[in-house]
Every structure is written in structure tokens, then in C-alpha cells.
């Protein structure tokens, strides 16, 4: 079945760029989203790429998609103290159902 | 603004009590769904809906049950709790359209214990 994976954990210092990966394995899948959770919240949207782009850029946000690989990468440029949080690669397929990664948890140390 | 309200926010349960998570949205949005938050595992998404009087399962839906008797309300109810449902619940909802559903829009959880 569909499974999307995260590494759990990343540490980078306040300035430095932070790189966020995910695979997926739906390929069907039309749209690919990352979600940030900041403590004791709710996910809200960050940005989000269709199936048919390669990248995306948003301010700070770039958006990479490997579609061969099923990869999925979120970089942000010049992190700071408040990028940290959990933040969740999830697709979608169109049959109404989301799959969420695990969550990568972004400490940014000052 | 409220968007997508939930409650309780904590509760604290036993095992084999009853309950009823609320969910409440105001965005006139046609998909409403409820997932599980658990360390390690993401979130799981439980039951959904794509408009008043349809509902679905998701991927773990034992031990729970929703009705969708209006757009704006979509409850979760467990029957018996169990000790495994302890976790952190999300009601999410979103607007349809021809490609599916779109941006999920997320309330601030509901943290269930059950003893």
C-alpha cells in the first residue's frame, strides 16, 4: 500500500539553509504537500507542488520533485528560531484520502 | 475567523467509557475527515466525509464511528475506549472539487487519554 517515509529528526543552525526529504511510493499521486506543525497546534499548509512540476519556489520555500525517484524535498533558506517544528510531507491520489508522512522535527539552534 | 473548531481539547478516559469528539467548521467546506496522532506514525486518517449523510472509512477506523448529519458538524464517537486509542485526534476539512479535495485546513487537536 502507499507509505510515506521521513527521516524523524534535523538540527541545523539559525542562518543555514535545512533540506527536509521524503519519499512516497504512490505514483499516481497528483498532488504532493508539506504541512508544518508548530507545538500543541495543528498542521497548516506551507506550500504544495503538482505532479506535473519539477519545482517550486515560495520566498524561503524551494520545493524539489523527483518523480522518478518518488522524492520529494523541501528546503528553506536562511532557517529561523521559528522554523522549528514538525513538518509533514503528505500526497494525493484523488480518491479522497491524504497519506501522511511520519514528520521530520526541525530544531534550529541559535 | 474561527475555521475548524474542535473539543474538547484534553480528556482524560477509562477504558470501555463512551465519548464524543466534536468538530465544527465554518467554510461551507464538503470534506471533513479525523486523524490519529501518534509519535512515530504520522497521522492516520480514521473516517471521512464528502458531504452531509456520506461518510467513509479510512485506514484505521475500528473502535470508531461518525455521522455527517450536517456540512458543518462531523463527530467521532468511540464506543469503548481502549487504552490503544490514546493519541492526539485532528478533524481537517477542505473544499472538493474536480481534482478531489484540496488544502486541508487542520483544528488544533483534541489529546485523548485513555487508563
Known amino acids: 500500500g502507499e507509505d510515506v517515509e521521513q527521516s524523524l529528526f534535523l538540527s541545523v543552525r539559525e542562518g543555514d539553509s535545512s533540506v527536509i526529504n521524503c519519499t512516497y511510493t504512490?505514483?499516481?499521486?497528483?498532488?504532493l504537500y508539506w504541512y508544518k506543525q508548530e507545538p500543541g497546534a495543528g498542521l497548516q499548509l506551507l506550500t504544495y507542488?503538482?505532479?506535473?512540476?519539477d519545482m517550486k519556489q515560495d520566498q524561503r520555500l524551494t520545493v524539489l520533485l523527483n518523480k522518478k525517484d518518488k522524492h520529494l524535498s523541501l528546503r528553506i533558506a536562511d532557517t529561523q528560531t521559528g522554523d522549528s517544528a514538525i513538518y509533514f510531507c503528505?500526497?494525493?491520489?484523488?480518491?479522497?484520502?491524504?497519506?501522511f508522512g511520519t514528520g521530520t522535527r526541525l530544531k534550529v539552534l541559535a | 475567523n474561527a475555521g475548524v473548531t474542535q473539543t474538547p481539547k484534553f480528556q482524560v478516559l477509562k477504558t470501555g467509557q463512551s465519548m464524543t469528539l466534536q468538530c465544527a467548521q465554518d467554510?461551507?467546506?464538503?470534506?471533513m475527515s479525523w486523524y490519529r496522532q501518534d509519535p512515530g506514525m504520522g497521522l492516520r486518517l480514521i473516517h471521512y466525509s464528502v458531504g452531509a449523510g456520506i461518510t467513509d472509512q479510512g485506514e484505521v477506523p475500528n473502535g470508531y464511528n461518525v455521522s455527517r448529519s450536517t456540512t458543518e458538524d462531523f463527530p467521532l464517537r468511540l464506543l469503548s475506549a481502549a487504552p490503544s486509542q490514546t493519541s492526539v485526534y485532528f478533524c481537517?476539512?477542505?473544499?472538493?472539487?474536480?481534482?478531489?479535495?484540496?488544502?486541508?485546513?487542520f483544528g488544533e487537536g483534541s489529546r485523548l487519554t485513555v487508563l
Open positions: 503528505a500526497e494525493y491520489s484523488g480518491t479522497y484520502k491524504y497519506i
Open positions: 507542488i503538482f505532479s506535473n512540476m
Open positions: 504512490d505514483s499516481s499521486s497528483t498532488y
Open positions: 467554510m461551507n467546506h464538503e470534506y
Open positions: 481537517a476539512s477542505s473544499f472538493t472539487g474536480l481534482a478531489g479535495a484540496g488544502e486541508l485546513f
